[in-house]
């Protein structure tokens, strides 16, 4: 079985669009500091990096299934210009209302990774910047990590295992921690 770390992608891999509104061409994608280094660091750790992100942008009409999936196409190209490699992308067309299994925080989209890329749930972490990431990433059997401002050790935590200022500290975290793990097991 192999392990992975699931990423959120607005707030987690990307700065996130106002308000009310979406991220929807290239030109507005902006990374986020530590990102890059990040997934390299995650790669040479042997995580696999999967995507799991919310889209509703498709359901309002305000990106077409082709854009957004030239758009993934884009980042997972620039990631490996930046020497880092995405595993996969999983995304959830529907809107809030649609009760569909996929749109966190139902696990249907990391319930689908585990399975496709052969992931064990309890060796692996979602990353999120919300309480449905969390939620998703419990629901699925991973641990969870929330990339947050707040700097009190319980506001907002939404029942996370550790909280990060961003992506690049949530993965010396999960390292440490997963290193603490298996030099703890017995032999």
């Known amino acids: 079985m192999n392990k992975a770390v699931f990423l959120d992608r607005d707030g987690v891999i990307n700065r996130k669009a106002p308000e009310g509104d979406y991220v929807v061409r290239w030109d507005e994608f902006e990374l986020l500091p530590g990102v890059a280094e990040a997934i390299r ?45 995405i595993d996969g992308i999983y995304f959830c067309p529907h809107d809030l209302e649609s009760n569909c299994e996929c749109r966190k925080p139902k696990p249907g989209m990391l319930l689908r990774a585990l399975e496709e890329f052969q992931i064990d749930p309890k060796v ?48 010396q975290m999960i390292l440490k921690a997963d290193t603490a793990a298996r030099d703890s097991r017995p032999f």
């Open 41 to 85: 660091v995650l790669n040479r750790a042997a995580y696999q990096v999967i995507v799991v992100t919310n889209q509703r942008a498709v359901a309002k009409n305000r990106i077409a299934l082709p854009e957004l999936e030239d758009l993934h196409r884009k980042l997972v190209a620039k990631m490996a210009e930046l020497g880092g490699v």
């Open 124 to 171: 692996s972490w979602m990353v999120g910047d919300s309480a449905v990431d969390i939620q998703a990433g419990r629901s699925s059997g991973c641990r969870t990590a929330l990339i947050t401002t707040s700097s009190s050790p319980t506001d907002g935590k939404f029942g996370a295992d550790m909280l990060a200022r961003d992506l690049y500290q949530a993965v």
